[in-house]
């Protein structure tokens, strides 16, 4: 059985030549994006092609994935947040996609890395300040020196407001990709040791690893949900004055 650290580690799929000293072949991350991309696309396609009165039972859970996107951004932005309601579904939804296949055997977790999370979590915030420019103008930057603040405390408040900011996307990426890494490592670990209770007999350890396998589903869609709903708090945050 190979370690628990392995199951994180990058692989080309296919290997092409480097350009620039750039690696542009195409690894197990991208596939696992490309998969989780492909199976959001052909779910969420079949089960709304038609949308009866009496939903079937795939369309009752898109309509609750939906549901559950829109009343986020509902509560936590307001009527002016539903156009947004695309991005923001497609983050959620490639972000629990993401935490889920991790758990198939042989998967990976591109949820993992700092790199993918990264990014997606630099674009998030991107989004979030050009939605508060087109809104508001110049008036956005009253973020980091509110209205009716004495101008004394400008040299003080104004470098903490920016590194708070410029903060935003770590703190998105650290607790998605810590989280993630630390759930299935347990996970991993733990079911090296099921072959160390066989003496107990088949059904127990089983038990006990289908058990932590459900839990660790769960950790995966709320850590998914934390990590959007915290977007929302910052589209909020850019959109609305304080």
């Known amino acids: 059985m190979s370690g628990p650290i392995e199951q994180f580690e990058i692989k080309p799929v296919i290997s092409l030549p480097k350009i620039d000293g750039i690696d542009l072949s195409f690894t197990n991350s991208s596939l696992f994006m490309a998969l989780a991309v492909g199976t959001a696309s052909v779910f969420f396609i079949t089960a709304m092609r038609?949308?009866?009165?009496?939903?079937?039972?795939?369309?009752?859970?898109a309509e609750i994935v939906y549901e559950l996107v829109s009343g986020m951004i509902n509560e936590m932005v307001g009527p002016e947040g539903r156009k947004f309601i695309p991005f923001i579904f497609?983050?959620?939804?490639?972000?629990?996609?993401?935490?889920?296949?991790?758990?198939?055997?042989?998967?990976?977790?591109?949820?993992?890395h700092f790199a993918a999370v990264g990014t997606l979590s630099v674009f998030s915030i991107l989004v979030t300040v050009i939605?508060?420019?087109?809104?508001?103008?110049?008036?956005?930057?009253?973020?980091?020196?509110?209205?009716?603040t004495p101008v004394a405390i400008a040299p003080i408040?104004?470098?903490?407001?920016?590194?708070?900011?410029?903060?935003?996307?770590?703190?998105?990426?650290?607790?998605l990709t810590v989280n993630m890494m630390v759930g299935h490592i347990m996970l991993k670990v733990i079911a090296g040791f099921i072959y160390g209770l066989s003496f107990w007999g088949g059904w127990?350890?089983?038990?006990?690893?289908?058990?932590?396998?459900?839990?660790?589903?769960?950790?995966?869609?709320?850590?998914?949900?934390?990590?959007t709903i915290l977007t929302c708090v910052y589209l909020s945050d850019a959109l609305h004055a304080h």
Request: aromatic share 16%; glycine share 6%.
């Open 131 to 148: 939605a508060g420019l087109k809104k508001r103008g110049l008036n956005w930057f009253t973020n980091f020196f509110p209205k009716g």
């Open 90 to 112: 497609s983050l959620f939804t490639f972000v629990v996609l993401g935490n889920l296949l991790g758990l198939l055997p042989y998967s990976f977790t591109y949820t993992s």
């Open 50 to 61: 038609k949308r009866l009165l009496i939903p079937t039972k795939l369309q009752s859970v």
């Open 204 to 227: 127990l350890p089983l038990a006990f690893i289908s058990i932590l396998t459900v839990f660790e589903m769960g950790i995966a869609v709320l850590q998914a949900y934390v990590y």
């Open 157 to 175: 408040l104004v470098p903490i407001e920016i590194i708070s900011f410029c903060s935003k996307p770590f703190s998105l990426t650290v607790r």
